[in-house]
């Protein structure tokens, strides 16, 4: 019973992230966004791993995939779906960042010889991406075409696209490094430093003008905290405690609970749209990744 309490509660915090992204855009740009919400949780990682008597690897060798992965699967990622949600709903950023399951499928084609992509698969992708198109054309009203809404749309499925290629490389990094919790730290931490930079550099080349830190208040605030702390400090490492308990195969499910309660949390907090579009595309994302994790009752029995 515990073990499935803690995969629902993961699923909350995971699928509350993208509400919390979108009222703390509100009163924030994206860098220094995700730099808050980084240095959080890169605090929380360190502090644990410090206490099991460990720490990151300081030669170059052992750093430079935690490097990758922590621009790959974290900087460029968060920064793209936290750009996107300034135009974008966050029950409809929380479908499309479903995709990244189907995109790491792609690419794990690619990189994996166990991974094959077979007819069945393939039939879950088409499914799944025809899924984004239904949700795409939410954009066109009487004609009309909301650019600002297809570009963040389209931010967030690029952002999917890379949670694909870091879910991949980071499958190899982990089993090189055999811990969890010092990929996830290494990752983490270059992903403040690096987004700190950008924070700092981005207006000199036409970005956003920092916010000052001191004028984040109120539900944005709260919001940052809530998104670093818990939503990725915490979810990091209760996933990794999930996945011990109950099995990669079955913790991966929660890939299905994020979307609903993403969509439920808009609609109650934000009071945003849920139309049939929305809901097919959803049904058609969940439909093609159930469809590509299908497993037959023959090879099981095998």
Same mark, same amino acid.
């Given at each position: 019973?515990?073990?499935?309490?803690?995969?629902? #509660?993961?699923?909350?915090?995971?699928?509350?992230? &993208?509400?919390?992204?979108?009222?703390?855009?509100?009163?924030?740009?994206? &860098?220094?966004?995700?730099?808050?919400?980084?240095?959080?949780?890169?605090?929380?990682?360190?502090?644990?791993?410090?206490?099991?008597?460990?720490?990151?690897?300081?030669?170059?060798?052992?750093? $430079?995939?935690?490097?990758?992965?922590?621009?790959?699967?974290?900087?460029?990622? #968060?920064?793209?779906?936290?750009?996107?949600?300034?135009?974008?709903?966050?029950?409809?950023?929380?479908?499309?960042?479903?995709?990244?399951?189907? &995109?790491?499928?792609?690419?794990?084609?690619?990189? #994996?010889?166990?991974? /094959?992509?077979?007819? /069945?698969?393939?039939?879950?992708?088409?499914?799944?991406?025809?899924?984004?198109?239904?949700?795409?054309?939410?954009?066109?009203?009487?004609?009309?075409?909301?650019?600002?809404?297809?570009?963040?749309?389209?931010?967030?499925?690029?952002?999917?696209?890379?949670?694909?290629?870091?879910?991949? $490389?980071?499958?190899?990094?982990?089993?090189?490094?055999?811990?969890?919790?010092?990929?996830?730290?290494?990752?983490?931490?270059?992903?403040?430093?690096?987004?700190?930079?950008?924070?700092?550099?981005?207006?000199?080349?036409?970005?956003?003008?920092?916010?000052?830190?001191?004028?984040?208040?109120?539900?944005?605030?709260?919001?940052?905290?809530?998104?670093?702390?818990?939503?990725?400090?915490?979810?990091?490492?209760?996933? $990794?405690?999930?996945?011990?308990?109950?099995?990669?195969?079955?913790?991966?499910?929660?890939? $299905?609970?994020?979307?609903?309660?993403?969509?439920?949390?808009?609609?109650?907090?934000?009071?945003?749209?849920?139309?049939?579009?929305?809901?097919?595309?959803?049904?058609?994302?969940?439909?093609?990744?159930?469809?590509?994790?299908?497993?037959? /009752?023959?090879?099981?029995?095998?």
């Amino acid at each position: 019973m515990k073990k499935w309490a803690a995969f629902w #509660f993961l699923g909350l915090i995971w699928g509350s992230s &993208f509400l919390f992204i979108r009222i703390g855009n509100d009163q924030t740009s994206p &860098f220094p966004l995700v730099f808050i919400r980084t240095t959080l949780a890169a605090i929380g990682l360190n502090t644990v791993l410090a206490l099991r008597g460990r720490h990151l690897p300081l030669h170059w060798r052992g750093f $430079y995939p935690l490097l990758l992965l922590g621009i790959f699967n974290t900087v460029i990622p #968060f920064g793209l779906i936290t750009w996107g949600e300034q135009s974008v709903d966050s029950g409809l950023a929380s479908v499309l960042n479903a995709t990244a399951a189907l &995109f790491t499928l792609v690419f794990a084609h690619f990189s #994996f010889a166990d991974e /094959r992509i077979t007819r /069945r698969k393939l039939i879950g992708l088409v499914t799944g991406f025809l899924g984004v198109v239904v949700l795409a054309s939410r954009s066109w009203d009487e004609g009309g075409t909301h650019n600002s809404s297809l570009l963040g749309m389209g931010a967030i499925v690029l952002a999917a696209s890379f949670y694909g290629i870091g879910g991949t $490389y980071g499958r190899g990094v982990l089993k090189r490094l055999g811990d969890p919790l010092m990929v996830s730290t290494g990752a983490m931490t270059t992903a403040a430093v690096i987004s700190g930079m950008l924070m700092l550099f981005a207006p000199a080349f036409g970005g956003e003008a920092l916010t000052p830190f001191d004028q984040i208040h109120g539900d944005a605030l709260i919001s940052l905290l809530l998104l670093g702390a818990i939503n990725t400090f915490v979810a990091y490492l209760l996933y $990794y405690w999930v996945v011990q308990e109950l099995g990669a195969a079955r913790s991966s499910m929660v890939t $299905y609970v994020t979307p609903p309660i993403g969509i439920t949390l808009g609609a109650l907090v934000l009071n945003e749209q849920i139309d049939s579009r929305l809901v097919l595309g959803a049904l058609m994302i969940l439909a093609g990744i159930a469809i590509v994790n299908l497993r037959l /009752r023959r090879t099981s029995a095998r």
